[in-house]
């Protein structure tokens, strides 16, 4: 059994954006669904979470992708990919944590 490489990586959410970047999340996992999926399918991706949370007063977005292989790079030509891109760069910070160590453990009962 092959067990699939994890991709996490954090950024900062700019200040008063974190309304924004929750709402797009949400449009992604509903509106965007099946056209987000599809992007995942030639990307190589498996799954991909993102999740917000609070730090210090600061708020912070951490997307976790997983993929049996080598993660490719989005499709840009995909409107869902443009909009990411345009939303991301006006609600994140551009500096990036990456390299960050983690596991997935998975159970069947």
Not at 41 to 65: D, H, P
Request: glycine content about 4%.
């Amino acid at each position: 059994m092959i067990l699939p490489n994890k991709s996490i990586t954090i950024r900062k959410i700019k200040p008063g954006k974190e309304t924004q970047w929750q709402d797009w999340l949400r449009l992604l996992s509903t509106t965007y669904r099946a056209e987000a999926a599809h992007s995942l399918i030639s990307e190589n991706v498996l799954t991909e979470e993102a999740f917000v949370f609070e730090l210090n007063k600061e708020w912070y977005a951490c997307g976790i992708m997983s993929s049996n292989g080598e993660i490719q790079k989005a499709d840009m030509n995909l409107s869902v990919n443009q909009k990411h891109k345009e939303i991301m760069e006006e609600c994140l910070e551009k500096e990036k944590i990456t390299g960050i160590p983690g596991y997935d453990i998975q159970v069947k009962i």
